[in-house]
């Protein structure tokens, strides 16, 4: 009898447990990540939700965009700026919303266009084909300029298959059951090394050739189109990781050249964030191998102002 009333209360305690862990993890926010929707261009993040985590918080509009509450055209008077790109241009959700790239360059902007407004389309593993695609579905929002980021693998990158949702644990398209579950799954198994993998599409292991940077050039012909048939420009920022991780390759050297030839024949703004990073702290402007960590992004904004501000001049 003593060893059932033994075994009982270990059994109670291991559920009392559990039921602490759920409830905590449920009231810091992880019970409720970000989710994804299928598109025809592959997926993109659903809009009108919220992240918290603690302090941190990231939110999403009703277009998908983050970025607060907009009009689909921008008021009288307003110069709307448009942010497209992957994770990089998003931040994920360990970046707060006043942090990314595209909050901070409207800050800095903020003093000299008082009527700025700049907007965040974005998601984790976009490549170039899934950005046009959104753009070609949804157009560019009545915006004056668009920002098109772009990192050295974007141009060798194969589109983003939705495939990918609640396959990889960082791409879920509902809520989960237990948020215990779900921590486990995202966080915990990948760091020992067990399956399941938590990468983004941008960073699958794949062969590359030329033949897929001809493809990427191709669709940045019909982005510009898009973009140069509302009577918008476009520009282009170029991130590359830091340079004990970006690759010094034959093929991505010539992607870094076929980048900078098509933006010189099409008359498109290129501004280079590799040197700034690299002669600004390199590696301490990152998180990671890939993303920027805030001051990282405090940089771009801060580099990417001026140029702005000249084509919006032009």
């Not at 898009?226 to 830091?242: C, E, Y």
Request: charged fraction near 20%; proline fraction near 6%.
């Amino acid at each position: 009898m003593l060893s059932l009333m033994r075994f009982i209360y270990f059994v109670a305690s291991c559920f009392a447990l559990l039921a602490l862990a759920e409830l905590a993890l449920r009231v810091s926010g992880l019970g409720r990540p970000i989710l994804f929707e299928r598109t025809r261009y592959g997926y993109r993040i659903q809009p009108s939700q919220r992240f918290r985590f603690w302090k941190l918080r990231a939110f999403y509009n009703e277009f998908g965009l983050r970025t607060g509450p907009i009009f689909p055209i921008p008021e009288v008077g307003k110069v709307r700026i448009l942010c497209v790109g992957d994770s990089i241009t998003n931040g994920g959700v360990t970046t707060a919303q006043h942090e990314t790239y595209p909050y901070r360059l409207a800050s800095i902007l903020a003093d000299s266009i008082p009527s700025v407004e700049v907007l965040n389309i974005s998601a984790g593993g976009w490549a170039l084909e899934n950005e046009e695609g959104w753009i070609a579905a949804h157009g560019i929002l009545g915006s004056h300029l668009v920002i098109l980021q772009v990192a050295t693998h974007d141009m060798h990158q194969r589109k983003a298959s939705a495939a990918v949702l609640d396959v990889n644990p960082g791409f879920p398209s509902r809520y989960p059951v237990l948020a215990c579950a779900y921590v486990m799954r995202r966080y915990i198994l990948p760091r020992l090394g067990l399956r399941p993998n938590v990468l983004d599409p941008g960073v699958a292991a794949e062969i590359h050739t030329e033949a897929d940077i001809e493809r990427s050039i191709h669709v940045l012909d019909r982005f510009l189109s898009h973009v140069m048939g509302t009577g918008a420009r476009l520009m282009i920022v170029h991130v590359a990781q830091p340079s004990t991780y970006e690759p010094v390759t034959e093929l991505t050297t010539f992607a870094k050249a076929r980048l900078r030839a098509w933006t010189q024949a099409n008359g498109v703004r290129l501004v280079s964030m590799e040197p700034v990073m690299k002669e600004g702290g390199d590696s301490a402007l990152f998180r990671d191998v890939m993303h920027p960590n805030e001051k990282g992004y405090l940089l771009i904004a801060q580099t990417l102002a001026p140029h702005v501000i000249d084509e919006l001049r032009e």
